[in-house]
């Protein structure tokens, strides 16, 4: 089928229009706690910003404690330590690389359950067949901040004496019900990380209502010291730095406008994208709250007479960088690839999507512009002579 050049009919954007690029509001007051971080030579180690951030962090979830971290991989990794996980965990192929690495890097073999296409999470309904008597925990992710089955999963968890743990790296500022995200399971673990809309530069928390757990994490964050000169077990460095957690205090005062500013984007994608067949961009719950910073659009190439890779090179031919996420499914990814998976509906759904800009670094202009180039390639790839 040809393909009609698209730059006679588009401009190319002049800076590429990227996913993940970082929200940025109110350099000032981020400065401004900058400079006092620099007159007051406290850079890291249980400084001021870092302990407001995890009381304003922990006030905003509704979760007792809130242990900040250098970033969620290494949040991960502490958390699977200190809960002292063995055997294996079983655990989504579909979500960031880092999730299955977290585990695999501390010894713990990975054990991949496929998805609900629905909610592209964890199954719960395939979690039974998994368990063996080596299984020490599951660990859900919350794609796209859309909460996991959590009720059902704990059900299942406490039936065989299993830890929950959460990957929320997507969910700040997500809830399931009336519940926040951060507060399921024994712990969960938010990314900051700079594409993220909520970001620290590179950082993430641990947030757990568990006394003795959120003890034991603060230690092994810091190499395992309970006090001066006291260390009372392993630990490792994964404090979070005084100027990350001034970045996060900066943007946690405006999270309402940078939530606001994703819904309207989101809606606009939605609007103008949603009457083609076999394209849809995914739902989020009007009854729960979502941080709507994944604008992700499905992308049936049957019946829209498009690949999804074809529509990637189209937009990235006009400067736009959509992303596939989370191409091609960590367990087609090494070291995990040499086995043999049975995962169907997480092979579909690495295929069809495609990611589109959003955030604060674009606005409703870009975003319409967008639509159009979609909608081109759509509807030129279905006629190809139009
Ligand atoms: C689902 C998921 N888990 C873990 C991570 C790792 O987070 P970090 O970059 O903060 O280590 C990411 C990062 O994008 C992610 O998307």
Same mark, same amino acid.
Not at 183 to 198: D, L, M
Not at 297 to 321: K, P, T, W, Y
């Given at each position: 089928?040809?393909? &009609?050049?698209?730059?006679?009919? =588009? ?25 006092? #971080? ?13 302990? /407001? ?6 006030? *905003? ?51 991949? +359950?496929?998805?609900?296409? %629905? ?9 039974? /067949? ?17 909460? @996991? /089955?959590?009720?059902?999963? /704990?059900? #299942? ?16 500022? +997500? ?20 594409? %993220?809309? =909520?970001?620290? =530069? ?41 100027? &990350? ?22 809606? #606009? ?5 949603? @009457? ?12 729960? %709250?979502? &941080? *709507? ?13 498009? @690949? ?33 998976? @049975? ?26 512009? #967008? +639509? ?15």
């Amino acid at each position: 089928m040809a393909r &009609n050049n698209p730059k006679k009919h =588009f401009n190319v954007f002049d800076e590429p229009v990227c996913v993940g690029r970082p929200n940025l509001v109110n350099r000032q007051e981020f400065m401004c706690m900058v400079n006092d #971080i620099l007159d007051r030579r406290w850079y890291t180690n249980d400084g001021k910003y870092v302990k /407001k951030l995890e009381n304003e962090l922990g006030a *905003y979830l509704g979760v007792k404690h809130c242990i900040a971290v250098c970033n969620a991989t290494i949040g991960l990794e502490i958390l699977f330590q200190v809960c002292g996980l063995t055997g294996n965990v079983i655990l989504p192929s579909f979500t960031f690389i880092a999730t299955a690495h977290a585990l695999t890097r501390i010894g713990l073999d990975v054990k991949f +359950c496929d998805i609900d296409p %629905k909610t592209h999470n964890i199954d719960p309904n395939l979690l039974e /067949k998994l368990i063996d008597d080596e299984t020490s925990a599951i660990l859900g992710v919350h794609v796209w901040g859309r909460p @996991s /089955k959590v009720a059902q999963i /704990k059900k #299942i968890a406490a039936r065989h004496d299993l830890k929950v743990l959460y990957d929320a790296a997507h969910a700040f500022g +997500c809830s399931s019900g009336n519940t926040m995200i951060g507060n399921f399971g024994n712990a969960e673990v938010f990314s900051f990380h700079a594409t %993220k809309f =909520f970001n620290t =530069f590179e950082g993430g928390a641990i947030t757990t209502n568990d006394d003795e757990l959120a003890l034991a994490l603060r230690s092994f964050r810091n190499f395992g010291f309970l006090g001066a000169d006291n260390v009372g077990s392993l630990g490792t460095n994964a404090k979070m730095a005084e100027i &990350n957690a001034s970045m996060g205090l900066a943007l946690l005062s405006h999270i309402k406008e940078l939530v606001d500013i994703n819904k309207a984007h989101y809606q #606009i994608y939605k609007d103008r994208l949603s @009457s083609f067949d076999g394209v849809s961009v995914i739902d989020y719950n009007p009854n729960e %709250k979502n &941080n *709507y910073q994944y604008v992700v659009l499905e992308l049936d190439e049957q019946l829209a007479g498009i @690949s999804r890779d074809a529509l990637i090179e189209f937009l990235h031919d006009h400067n736009v960088i959509a992303r596939r996420y989370f191409y091609p499914g960590c367990h087609k990814a090494t070291p995990y690839h040499t086995r043999k998976y @049975s995962l169907p509906e997480t092979e579909l759904l690495c295929g069809k999507t495609v990611l589109l800009p959003t955030g604060n670094s674009v606005n409703i202009n870009v975003v319409s512009e #967008i +639509c159009n180039l979609i909608q081109h390639a759509i509807k030129t790839q279905m006629r190809p002579s139009e």
